[in-house]
């Protein structure tokens, strides 16, 4: 080989060596490999040269070539690694991490109260063998009063202070009794035995213990020889669930157009409440339903033969059994959305 080609290679490959070694970081080895490797770089040049190398030579030139070029190849390799872990260690060193920090905390969702409770409900009843069943919340004055033994005018009307929509017969339901009327018509003659919650709604001057909007969730059994004892039974045996074996449970006799007869069922307040007078106009109870036996007219608006089937009916207020619960002394504070007040259950 000539000596000055030998040469070339030995100086291309001192100068390659030297430069790598020159380059501080990742961009500047870049770089180097551009002007070494690159399209028209140095090692490129060289090996090109191969074809003006007088024959004979041509192999020595060949092998000495390519030694050089896979030295600086690996030279290069190692130094970019090299590059690399250090710009890792850099950047650990300037923003240190630190592992025993604790981590940031998710916020949770929870279960409005309102929901709990009903859910509590549905469970008590579901072991009890009611299925749950829903209606609309607008009704129609048919199905609110008429089917329900209050006729246009009838003077118990008064006792549900009512939402009228725009359109001449369509109100927004004040109680979820309308939806005894569906499940009658739906079940066809059938026997049944549903609970059926939702919303409510009443043009209420809105005060601690009345709201515009407040669930109720209605029960219904029909079928033969269906008594009151039956449905003291299945109150009673809620009661206990819900508030446990200590608290009183009070039946006492009332009215309604759509039962008969009628009752409702009241829960003690807690004893140690400061509030209790104040929430139970002194009397230490709570009303936490209405109930009694289907009023006949009432069966035959649902199609089923009063002088075949008996049935009762109750209505109950889930909030207020919050209130009984946890002795909660403004029921406004349910829909204000207040955290301070969610967050506690
Ligand atoms: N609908 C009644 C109300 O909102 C509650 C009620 C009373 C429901 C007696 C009933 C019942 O099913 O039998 O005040």
Same mark, same amino acid.
């Given at each position: ?176 009794? %309308? ?11 059938? %026997? ?77 307040? %807690? ?75």
């Amino acid at each position: 080989m000539a000596d000055n080609a030998a040469d070339d290679l030995k100086t291309l490959e001192a100068q390659g060596l030297a430069e790598l070694h020159g380059c501080a970081d990742e961009a500047a080895l870049r770089g180097w490999n551009t002007r070494f490797f690159g399209d028209k770089g140095l090692v490129k040049a060289a090996l090109g040269k191969l074809s003006t190398i007088p024959k004979d030579q041509r192999g020595p030139y060949g092998k000495e070539v390519n030694r050089v070029k896979e030295d600086l190849t690996g030279a290069y390799d190692a130094a970019l690694a090299e590059a690399k872990d250090k710009a890792l260690q850099a950047s650990l060193t300037a923003n240190p991490l630190d592992v025993t920090l604790p981590g940031r905390s998710r916020p949770r969702g929870r279960l409005h109260p309102a929901t709990q409770i009903l859910r509590q409900i549905y469970a008590i009843f579901a072991d009890l063998g009611f299925q749950v069943y829903r209606t609309r919340e607008v009704e129609t004055d048919e199905l609110n009063f008429e089917c329900l033994n209050m006729p246009a005018h009838h003077p118990a009307r008064d006792m549900w202070d009512t939402f009228f929509t725009t359109t001449p017969g369509v109100v927004l339901r004040t109680h979820t009794s %309308p939806g005894q009327i569906h499940v009658m018509r739906e079940a066809a003659g059938k %026997p049944i035995r549903v609970i059926l919650p939702g919303m409510c709604y009443r043009n209420e001057a809105i005060s601690t213990r009345s709201e515009i909007q407040f669930y109720q969730v209605e029960g219904l059994v029909i079928g033969e020889g269906v008594t009151m004892a039956d449905l003291k039974g299945t109150i009673t045996a809620f009661a206990r669930r819900m508030f446990g074996p200590e608290r009183q449970v009070r039946i006492r006799s009332s009215y309604f157009p759509f039962t008969e007869p009628s009752i409702e069922v009241d829960i003690d307040w %807690p004893a140690d409440d400061p509030n209790r007078d104040r929430l139970t106009k002194g009397t230490g109870w709570l009303e936490i339903l209405g109930a009694g036996m289907v009023h006949p007219n009432v069966l035959r608006a649902g199609g089923y033969d009063p002088d075949k089937v008996t049935g009762f009916a109750f209505g109950m207020g889930p909030q207020r059994m919050l209130m009984l619960k946890h002795a909660i002394d403004d029921i406004r504070l349910f829909w204000q959305n207040d955290l301070r007040f969610l967050r506690q259950f």
